[in-house]
């Protein structure tokens, strides 16, 4: 036993030693990579400094070279500066190619090795090694020291597996923080032969990158997956962008991380045409506040807005939560028919004036109440914005008023007839009580005015009958007056600002550079024209239509918010990410169709992610019979790994809050990470005050806030109370079930029936 043990622990050394020997290897090569950084760093400044000088010149020619300068330059050192941080990941050894033709980047392009890369005795060298990190970095002779991980040469660190190889050997994920690196994690590709590198043995180093990736510890933001993106991922994230790419995929299979990792690869291979920007749709706020960290982390930021649902009219934010009820009512494509009446009667506020006075040519002129009746039908006769027929209505207004004067007959001549037209609608037009009179009868209406107006449950009841019914009616009208707005409010603002439309506005004068005014060049130059980073900062703040659109959690979006979200991407190309197994929607074929109806008749390019990555194989079991009930024959993603470690099983004892703290305290001692507590919504604020004072590593969120995170450790609270508090319960249940990553505990009450075991009715076989 002894000399076993000796034995071992020379193995050991051995290893330890390998592998500090590699890692310095990757250190070495690390410190050229910062040291050709700060070069690069040191040349952007240099331009910076440069286009200031070229300000000074003082003409038009040079200003506007100075503001394309800066913008240029201000970009590239941007994105230097974000990524001088552990920004290195990766590396691949690779055979001979196929073809010696080098690619942009300064990397062959070949996939597949060349004839007699292997020779007869399974042995080969290593022809080429890329690293691979987040932006691309060339040296002084343009040979590359860091590959994008966008590029097509990065593509096989990525898509290589052992069953198809490629040229890759070896492929290895470098562990850093900083400048210094802390561990390297290999993958052998080709385990039949053996390779050398600069006539030594290839080594390999640990138990593989993923499985080292998915044991570390969660935090309360999402890290990119970039040293760690599988095969079938890539190819989703790599798909052409033409028309509609459709991902679905269950819990766990990297969704959320794919959709992310898809904008900056789309931005990297044509810039140009996603100037105009890529709109990222998040169903909550949580998961935004969790994502946004990741696009900056891999090269990208400014080109896209990440934007929860209840986010996107600007000047509003979703802060409440609908009842089931209610949002079945706001969500669903009844509610267009609805807002478009409600559009209609809101021009007729209480007190609206029934007669028009008004003196001219010294007449009084008048018209009645019925009379206005038909002017306004006849306006409203067609389906324009009700905001753009404020013109038509002030026209048929004067050409009533015209007719009562009796001066159409006066002069037979034309050019007089049409001269004296001309005065009184001048004169009528400019009188004080006509403009009154104008805007308390055809008033321009804003969404939240109208939306005030639903509050009204007699008006709402006039313009929804034979749509909702009246007890729909009574709940909407009362959850509209409460303040604030709800994410099915959102879409029912952006509805009403479509219905009603905008009136044109003068457009404001901008303000001069100051620059302008100390060089005197402002009398030259009185409405200077915007620079491009001017234009580009001004156009990021009214977008409102996207050059490529990703949803994500698509399975979720109403009827209505597929509207919404239809108006941002009307001539874009789309990318949608889903799982309708996990879908809160109490009717997905509406949805479907309101989706269908969004993307209009693109085609569509279907990808299906099936390997859940996030949960332990005994968690999946346990949350597959939930799937079971929920959508019966549908499929589970494969979990890749198992702990041991099966979900633990609580019952209510001294009391919910008690037994759920206690539960809570004891996986924060298990874990190094966070700890997430899904309780049904209507428990949020209660079991916020139940964890107060056990730390920063445990939330407390409702069930639908719950999508698309993750959390080392997670405790659901009464399976029932989730299941039984919307038609789709089951569905939310499930995605409640695989928000953890090493365990999970059930806590059960007595409405789910726990068995002796504390197993709750619902995770029974």
Do not use: C
């Amino acid at each position: 036993m002894a000399a076993q043990a000796q034995q071992d622990s020379a193995v050991d050394s051995v290893h330890d030693s390998v592998r500090d020997r590699e890692i310095s290897v990757e250190q070495a090569h690390l410190d050229r990579v910062y040291r050709r950084l700060e070069e690069k760093i040191h040349e952007a400044e240099f331009l910076m400094q440069d286009a200031a000088r070229r300000g000074h010149v003082g003409t038009p020619g040079a200003l506007a070279e100075r503001d394309a300068q800066v913008f240029r330059a201000g970009i590239h050192l941007n994105r230097l500066n974000n990524e001088f941080e552990d920004f290195l990941f990766g590396r691949i050894d690779l055979l001979l190619g196929r073809d010696g033709q080098k690619g942009a980047d300064g990397a062959y392009t070949a996939v597949e090795p060349a004839e007699g890369a292997v020779r007869p005795d399974d042995t080969a060298d290593i022809a080429e090694t890329l690293h691979i990190g987040r932006i691309g970095v060339l040296d002084e002779e343009y040979a590359p020291l860091v590959i994008d991980w966008r590029a097509p040469a990065a593509a096989p660190f990525y898509r290589s597996t052992p069953v198809d190889p490629g040229r890759v050997v070896r492929r290895r994920v470098i562990r850093s923080k900083g400048r210094r690196v802390l561990g390297v994690e290999d993958d052998l590709m080709r385990p039949e032969i053996t390779a050398y590198l600069d006539g030594e043995a290839l080594p390999v180093i640990g138990d593989g990158a993923l499985m080292a990736a998915l044991g570390q510890a969660r935090t309360h933001s999402m890290r990119d997956i970039v040293a760690s993106i599988q095969a079938e991922q890539d190819l989703v994230i790599r798909a052409p962008a033409a028309s509609v790419t459709y991902v679905e995929g269950g819990p766990g299979t990297g969704k959320t991380a794919v959709a992310l990792h898809r904008a900056a690869y789309l931005l990297y291979q044509d810039r140009r045409r996603y100037a105009g920007g890529i709109l990222i749709v998040s169903p909550t706020p949580l998961l935004v506040a969790y994502t946004e960290g990741v696009l900056p982390s891999l090269g990208e930021e400014g080109q896209v807005a990440i934007r929860a649902i209840g986010s996107l009219v600007d000047g509003a934010e979703a802060t409440l939560y609908d009842s089931p009820a209610v949002a079945r009512a706001k969500g669903s494509s009844r509610m267009l028919r609805v807002l478009r009446k409600a559009a209609r009667g809101a021009l007729e506020p209480e007190g609206s004036p029934n007669l028009l006075r008004v003196v001219a040519f010294g007449r009084r002129l008048e018209l009645e109440a019925e009379e206005l009746a038909g002017i306004r039908r006849t306006v409203l006769g067609g389906t324009a914005p009700v905001n753009l027929l404020r013109p038509r209505a002030r026209r048929l207004l004067l050409d009533a008023l015209w007719g009562r004067s009796g001066a159409a007959g006066r002069h037979s001549d034309p050019e007089l007839a049409a001269e004296l037209r001309s005065s009184f609608d001048e004169d009528v037009s400019s009188e004080d009580s006509f403009l009154a009179f104008l805007d308390a009868w055809w008033p321009e209406l804003t969404p939240g005015a109208v939306l005030a107006a639903m509050a009204d449950e007699k008006r709402l009841g006039r313009w929804a009958r034979r749509i909702l019914n009246p007890g729909e009616v009574r709940k909407v009208a009362r959850s509209l007056r409460r303040e604030g707005h709800s994410v099915h409010d959102i879409a029912l603002l952006d509805e009403l600002q479509a219905v009603l439309g905008t009136p044109a506005r003068p457009r404001k004068r901008r303000e001069l550079d100051p620059l302008d005014q100390l060089t005197g060049l402002e009398e030259l130059m009185p409405q200077r024209e915007e620079t491009q980073w001017e234009r580009a900062e001004r156009l990021a703040q009214e977008r409102t239509e996207y050059a490529h659109v990703i949803v994500d959690e698509a399975q979720d979006l109403t009827p209505m918010q597929w509207r919404m979200v239809g108006r941002r991407g009307r001539h874009a190309t789309w990318t949608v990410v889903g799982d309708p197994a996990q879908s809160s929607w109490s009717d997905p074929d509406e949805a479907a169709a309101a989706r269908d109806e969004a993307l209009g008749t693109r085609p569509r390019r279907r990808f299906e992610l099936t390997v859940n990555y996030r949960n332990p194989a005994e968690i999946a079991e346990l949350a597959a019979k939930v799937l079971a009930l929920a959508m019966p024959g549908s499929s589970a993603p494969t979990a890749v790994r198992s702990t041991g470690v099966e979900p633990r099983f609580a019952v209510v004892g001294d009391g919910l809050a008690s037994t759920v703290r206690a539960e809570t305290a004891r996986l924060l001692d298990l874990v190094d990470g966070t700890v997430g507590v899904v309780v049904a919504m209507n428990r949020r604020e209660e079991a916020r005050r139940w964890l107060a004072g056990l730390g920063d590593r445990v939330v407390a969120l409702g069930s639908l806030e719950a999508k698309g995170l993750e959390y080392d450790a997670t405790v659901v609270v009464s399976p029932a109370e989730i299941a039984d508090e919307s038609p789709a319960g089951l569905r939310v249940l499930y995605v409640a079930l695989t928000r953890a990553t090493q365990q999970l505990t059930i806590v059960s009450g007595d409405r789910d029936e726990p068995d002796a075991a504390g197993v709750p009715d619902l995770l029974r076989d």
